[in-house]
C-alpha cells in the first residue's frame, strides 16, 4: 500500500522568512496530493492541494511543487506570519474508487515573531 | 465551501461502556465517509471507509467488531467504539467527499475521547 514520508518533523523560522516541507510517496499510481494546516484541537483544514498533471501550483503566500519522477512533493509558504505556526500534513491518494488519503506524519512549524 | 459536522465534541466514559460518535454532511449528500483516529502529536490514521448502504472497509489491523460503523443515509455515518478502554482514548475524525468532486475531503471538528 502507499506509504508518505515527510520532512522536517519540526520547523522553526523567523517573521518573514521561508518554510518548505517535503513529502515522498511510495505509490506511482497515486495522483492526488493534497496538504492540510491543523491547529492544536481543531479539524484539518485544506490549504492547497495538486494533482499529477501539474508541476506546480501557487495561491498567495502558498506553493505546491510536485515531481512525479522522484515521487517528491513540497510545500512551500513565504512571508511567513506567526498565524501560519500549526502542523502541516501531506496526503496522498489515487483518484477513482474511495480516494484514500495516506497522510505524512506532520511537521510543527513555529513562526517565531 | 462542504460542512461536516460531528457529535459529541467531546466524551467522557468508563471503561467497558460503549461510545457512539456522529458525522454529518450538512449541505452535501456524501456516499463515502473516512473515519480517522489521531493520538496526541501524532498524523492521521484512516481506520475504515464507510459507503452509503453497505458494509465498511476497514483498514488493516482495526477491529472491525469493536469498531462499528453504520453509514444508513446519504448524510450520517457513525462510529460505535465498544467496550472501550484507556487505550481507546483518542481524537477521532471523520470527513466526507463530495459526489462528482472526486478528490477533496471535508473533515469534522473531531470527538475526543476519554476512557477512564
Known amino acids: 500500500g502507499e506509504n508518505v514520508e515527510q520532512h522536517p518533523s519540526t520547523l522553526s523560522v523567523q517573521e518573514g522568512d521561508s518554510a518548505v516541507i517535503k513529502c515522498t510517496y511510495s505509490d506511482s499510481a497515486s495522483n492526488y496530493f493534497p496538504w492540510y494546516k491543523q491547529e492544536l484541537g481543531k479539524r484539518p483544514q485544506l490549504i492547497i492541494d495538486?494533482?499529477?498533471?501539474?508541476g506546480e501550483k501557487k495561491d498567495q503566500r502558498i506553493a505546491v511543487t510536485l515531481n512525479k519522477t522522484a515521487k517528491h512533493f513540497s510545500l512551500h509558504i513565504t512571508e511567513t506570519q506567526p498565524e501560519d505556526s500549526a502542523v502541516y500534513f501531506c496526503?496522498?491518494?489515487?483518484?477513482?474508487?474511495?480516494?484514500?488519503?495516506?497522510f505524512g506524519a506532520g511537521t510543527r512549524l513555529a513562526v517565531h515573531p | 465551501g462542504a460542512v461536516v459536522s460531528q457529535h459529541p465534541s467531546w466524551v467522557i466514559c468508563k471503561s467497558g461502556t460503549s461510545v457512539k460518535i456522529e458525522c454529518r454532511s450538512l449541505d452535501f449528500q456524501a456516499t463515502t465517509m473516512f473515519w480517522y483516529r489521531q493520538f496526541p502529536k501524532q498524523s492521521l490514521m484512516l481506520m475504515a471507509t464507510?459507503?452509503?448502504?453497505?458494509?465498511?472497509?476497514?483498514e488493516q489491523g482495526v477491529e472491525k467488531d469493536k469498531f462499528l460503523i453504520n453509514h444508513a443515509s446519504l448524510t450520517l455515518s457513525t462510529l460505535t467504539v465498544t467496550s472501550a478502554h484507556p487505550e481507546d482514548s483518542s481524537f477521532y475524525i471523520c470527513?466526507?467527499?463530495?459526489?462528482?468532486?472526486?478528490?477533496?475531503?471535508?473533515f469534522g471538528p473531531g470527538t475526543r475521547l476519554t476512557v477512564l
Open positions: 464507510s459507503n452509503e448502504g453497505s458494509k465498511a472497509t476497514y
Open positions: 495538486i494533482r499529477s498533471n501539474v
Open positions: 470527513s466526507a467527499r463530495i459526489p462528482g468532486f472526486a478528490d477533496t475531503q471535508y
Open positions: 496526503a496522498a491518494s489515487i483518484s477513482g474508487g474511495y480516494n484514500k488519503l495516506i
